[in-house]
């Protein structure tokens, strides 16, 4: 296979591996700001540190992917695969950026339930592009896709049952605006993991 004439002295794999790591680490840092209520502007700088090393590992891979003429797959898959990596973490820090800016205090239950879909999720695509290094194990890339894939409709059936609570019971207008932009974005954020999915599986059925 085209791994085995992958150069020695550098390897892909060992970027998208750190990269959906940082990606992991967001998720479950979310989800213990949101869980304790605590999203203020020291929780925001953390969420962006982590956004930061993200970037760093994203802004790396495609600079080697310039200066690389063997790749372990497609280019044009690895560019979808790092940027799509990198948008997981950029979504959970514009939710943290919303709710400092909106002054969102306090534990709300459905944000915290979608956050532990969404952690749940990016450790399933930590699964699905950790499984890559060793194409052996593709079966279980493919159940780590399918489980994202589950996750997403999930996502979407909690987004319209929180809407439809929220427009039935809050009458503060404001405050209806601001909670229907972050379940959205918190479910966008599902739809992003399943964009990775994808492109993982588009992988897979080329490399089979």
């Not at 929780?43 to 090393?53: F, G, P, V, Y």
């Not at 997403?152 to 503060?172: C, H, I, P, Q, Y």
């Amino acid at each position: 296979m085209i791994f085995n004439f992958f150069p020695k002295d550098f390897n892909f794999f060992d970027l998208f591996e750190e990269q959906v790591g940082y990606a992991v680490h967001a998720s479950h840092s979310f989800r213990e700001l949101v869980s304790r209520g605590t999203v203020n502007e020291a929780s925001l700088e953390k969420i962006h540190a982590i956004e930061h090393q993200a970037d760093d590992v994203a802004h790396r891979a495609i600079d080697q992917l310039n200066r690389t003429f063997i790749t372990p797959f497609d280019r044009e898959d690895i560019h979808t695969l790092v940027t799509e990596m990198d948008d997981i973490v950029d979504m959970i820090n514009t939710i943290v950026n919303r709710m400092v800016v909106y002054k969102i205090v306090g534990i709300n239950k459905n944000l915290v339930e979608f956050s532990s879909v969404i952690e749940e999720s990016v450790l399933a695509v930590e699964r699905a592009v950790k499984g890559m290094r060793n194409m052996k194990h593709c079966a279980a890339v493919s159940d780590a896709c399918v489980e994202v894939n589950r996750l997403e409709n999930v996502g979407d059936s909690m987004r319209d049952k929180v809407l439809a609570e929220l427009f039935e019971t809050e009458k503060n207008p404001i405050e209806v605006i601001k909670w229907k932009e972050i379940y959205e974005d918190a479910e966008t954020l599902l739809d992003i993991c399943e964009d990775v999915a994808h492109v993982v599986e588009s992988i897979l059925v080329k490399q089979a």
